[in-house]
């Protein structure tokens, strides 16, 4: 007999989704495809994903293992630009709204935060006709934006911002965060935090954390990969940053250890993808040894495995402050790859006590080259401890991130009963 639930509808709003390189457009579509498997009947409204230079562009409808996918008009501007990547936000968040108005009146919703303020849509449609909805909060703002300086902290339009967080939040059926730090900034946020309200916002709110599909990628021998040989690094120690050069990644730390490593030491730091730091690799590269820096950009999702597994230590580098706000979907890519961790953040959040708590690699404060410089060198020395890790790694994940098990959570949140909303 089929599960009751087996016929939910569902419309997932977020801005990039298949064929996506982006890697939070990578996260969403493989949690879609398990929904689909599962069962729901979904319809994804997107907008035109970010594709390799030279691809043909996206039919405007897609049907993508029985996912039917709407792309609805933005604008198209460079991302590495701030007013280009707010104007691209903006124009996608309008079609879309007048997409979910007109077509889709009552299915359940499915936001994330890609605009950031797309959740206020979900306000919007549940104040004029009681839609439920659900947010899934990749980001949490206005801190993010505070973070980063292009707000001040705490000034009249964070404020603002925190009041709509609110307006949200109380009408959703859930919200999904992706770490226990991350339900903190995500209360803090809603200026919930010590109000009466807070216990309600932490009843509806499940952590759930991010995935990777083991089934697409696993462990692979270095010596198994293409591109390893290809590039000749099969004889170099390679630490590969790979993902979203975002402003919140702190790839300065990074270039920097790279600077105090001399060409006979035989690393290679390889950075594999785009975004707004792209130039700082760039600069970088333009005065390094020639094997020193490796740098491309984003990889097809078939290719990904060979790519990952070319690398003998995974980075992740987040600033300080942005374990409340974000968790690095990178990470769980490395461990599905078998490899050890590289992590550059503050030494106290989840991500590092996790790394150290299950031996899954090695963790150095922001800006500390010379303790990275070590950090390296030793793993470079001590290849069968790096291997001990990288076993650790994929053994964790199997065991509390695979993408069944967080698809089954966002499953059970999605189909059940309506709860009634406060008034």
Known sequence: MSDPHSQTNLVVVCQIFYPELVSTGQTLTELVEELATLGLRVTVIAAQPTLIA???????????????????????????????????????????????????????????????????????????????????????????????????????????????????????????????????GAIKNASATGTPLEAELRAKTRIIHVWSDDRQIGPMA?????????????????????????????????????????????????????????????????????????????????????SLGMADLGVVAQLPGQERVCYPSKLLGIMAAGRATFAICPLDCEMARMIRDDRLGIVIANGDVTGGRQALLWARNHPDELRRMGENAVRVLRERFTLRQAARSYYDLIAQPNRPSPP
């Open 222 to 306: 270095k010596k198994s990969s293409c591109e390893a040989a290809r590039l000749g690094v099969l004889d170099r120690f390679v630490v590969q940053y790979s993902g979203n050069h975002g402003r919140f990644h702190d790839l300065e730390t990074l270039l920097n250890i790279a600077r105090s490593v001399s060409p006979d030491e035989q690393l290679q730091f390889q950075f594999i993808g785009d975004g707004q730091k792209k130039r700082l690799v760039d600069e970088f590269q333009r005065h390094a040894p020639a094997d020193l820096c490796y740098s491309s950009g984003y990889v097809a999702k078939e290719l990904l495995a060979d």
């Open 54 to 184: 030279g691809s043909p562009r996206v039919p405007a409808v897609l049907e993508h293992q029985g996912i039917r996918i709407h792309r609805t008009w933005s604008t198209r501007l460079p991302k590495t630009n701030f007013l280009g990547k707010l104007l691209n936000l903006s124009t996608f968040f309008a079609s879309a709204t007048w997409r979910v108005l007109w077509r889709h009146r009552r299915t359940q919703l499915l936001l994330l935060t890609n605009p950031p303020y797309l959740p206020l849509l979900g306000w919007f449609c549940h104040f004029l006709r009681r839609q439920p909805f659900g947010v899934i909060l990749f980001d949490i703002m206005p801190e993010q934006a505070e973070l980063l300086n292009f707000i001040r902290p705490d000034g009249w339009m964070a404020r603002v911002w925190r009041r709509f967080n609110r307006l949200w939040y109380r009408r959703s059926k859930f919200a999904v965060v992706l770490s226990q730090d991350m339900l903190e």
